[in-house]
């Protein structure tokens, strides 16, 4: 079935260290994705988006790469922090005219001292 | 903050009570939506209306009711739940509903405990 997924339901990472959080979507026709952090307590809060006509997006310590030939996003962070400490997941919108966004479950991302 | 406040944080009730959540956004936006997120699983989306109109019932039981009587409020009255509707309710908000890169904006969620 279609799905969106994460690969790892936990990252532990080194503060200071950069982050990597993958996504996989398996719909060819989705042509927009969003990544979503979830502190907890929290209402998911936009981190980036990105167009199916790009393959990288960079904001601020943020970068999100997607491979279409694969089928897979990713999350870069670059110099973790420990308030990058959340639980991240990717979303994907399979076109204009729908209102759907499918998310995945979610990676929660640990940053150790 | 995302300019999308929900009301109340925490709400605990029983089967046969009836109860309400509220939903408000400042960000002018035109499209709402109503999330159940459960333990491990991903968001499940429940309603969504744009421009005031309801344009999406995800299959959701009648024991949820959605109000939406203007762009900015949002409701889901509950009544007569069942233990498995325990969750995280979260509302969000987009500026048109329908549009590939219309990114929502959601709210702190109501942690719902049902009895």
């Known amino acids: 079935g279609e799905s969106v997924g994460l690969h790892l339901p936990t990252l532990s990472v080194q503060e200071g260290d950069n982050s990597i959080i993958n996504c996989a979507y398996s719909n060819s026709a989705s042509d927009y994705f969003i990544w979503y952090k979830q502190e907890s307590g929290k209402g998911p809060q936009f981190i980036i988006d990105i167009r199916s006509n790009m393959d990288k997006r960079q904001g601020q310590r943020v970068t999100v790469l997607l491979n279409k030939t694969v089928k897979h996003l990713s999350l870069q962070i670059a110099a973790t922090q420990p308030g990058d400490s959340a639980v991240y997941f990717c979303?994907?919108?399979?076109?204009?005219?729908?209102?759907?966004?499918?998310f995945g479950t979610g990676t929660r991302l640990k940053v150790l001292a | 903050e995302t300019g999308v406040t929900q009301t109340p944080r925490h709400l605990v009730m029983g089967m046969t009570n009836k109860k309400s959540l509220k939903c408000e956004q400042h960000l002018g936006h035109n499209a709402m939506y109503w999330y159940k997120q459960s333990a491990k699983k991903p968001l499940e989306l429940m309603f969504v209306y744009n421009f005031k109109e309801q344009t999406e019932n995800n299959s959701v039981p009648s024991r949820f009711s959605p109000e939406c009587p203007n762009s900015s409020h949002l409701f889901l009255h509950l009544h007569t739940l069942q233990p498995e509707d325990s969750a995280l309710y979260l509302c969000?908000?987009?500026?048109?509903?329908?549009?590939?890169?219309?990114?929502?904006?959601f709210g702190p969620g109501t942690r719902l405990t049902v009895l």
């Open positions: 969000a908000s987009s500026q048109v509903g329908g549009r590939a890169t219309d990114t929502q904006y």
């Open positions: 979303a994907e919108n399979r076109g204009s005219g729908t209102y759907k966004y499918i």
